[in-house]
């Protein structure tokens, strides 16, 4: 009897470290996600927020035979706003994780939901494809790597108005809005399978001791 106790005894605690580490890892990399996607985030943010500035500080500038200005006719502005609003919320619901995460150190556990990993891939992929089709004279980003904007620049004073840094800064963050949904991909996949081998042991662990002893040995 009193074996068969400490065989039960130690299974139990061999399950309760393994939902402990696989816990532990879930907290990392739940962690290390958000943090990576606000940093991303806040990159793409500050980009369009400084094209914003750049259109509106330097729209009106005088250039011979353009009475609109350096700018394409017409700018289409949305696809810029788009990408800003998309990467302010996002880097938003990725602090708003990371302060969960601070705010349960203690009991050192990790939130996933598959659905809000796969609508945050979905809507990412869309706002790339979207950002990059718009890509055309007339939209920001498009306009400052035509060969007209280099003629144009000719004429400007390129502190005022650079369209060639423009072009670079706009394409880096069309790369980054590529490389989030990439790391969104991949952190998915780590934190399902994490969170399916979390779910496993506990289903054993509950078995064993029931969801009141459950509670109590990982709260």
């Known amino acids: 009897m009193q074996k068969g106790e400490q065989q039960f005894s130690s299974r139990r605690e061999f399950l309760l470290r393994r939902y402990n580490k696989f816990r ?12 990576i996607s606000a940093l991303f985030s806040a990159s793409m943010e500050s980009i369009m927020i400084y094209t914003m500035y750049k259109f509106y500080t330097t729209k009106d500038l005088f250039v011979e035979g353009r009475p609109w200005g350096p700018w394409a006719k017409g700018s289409v502005l949305w696809p810029t706003f788009m990408l800003a609003v998309a990467s302010i919320t996002t880097s938003l619901l990725a602090l708003t994780v990371l302060v969960g995460l601070w705010c349960r150190r203690k009991h050192n556990a990790a939130f996933f939901s598959l659905i809000y990993a796969a609508g945050h891939i979905v809507a990412w ?4 494809v979207v950002y990059r089709v718009e890509k055309t004279e007339k939209d920001l ?3 400052s790597c035509t060969d007209k904007a280099r003629a144009i620049q000719q004429q400007l004073d390129s502190k005022k108005l ?17 490389a989030e ?6 952190s998915t996949g780590v934190s399902w399978y994490v969170d399916g081998k979390q779910k496993g042991l506990k289903i054993e662990l ?5 969801s009141a002893g459950f509670n109590q040995v990982t709260g």
Do not use: M, P, Y
């Not at 949904?181 to 991949?186: A, G, N, R, T």
């Open 141 to 143: 980003w498009g306009w």
């Open 125 to 128: 992929v869309i706002v790339s």
């Open 162 to 178: 650079n369209f060639e840094s423009l072009c670079k800064l706009q394409a880096s963050s069309w790369e980054v809005s590529v």
């Open 24 to 35: 532990h890892w879930a907290r990392i990399a739940s962690g290390v996600t958000n943090v």
């Open 181 to 186: 949904v990439v790391i969104k991909i991949l």
């Open 206 to 210: 509950v078995g064993d001791i029931g």
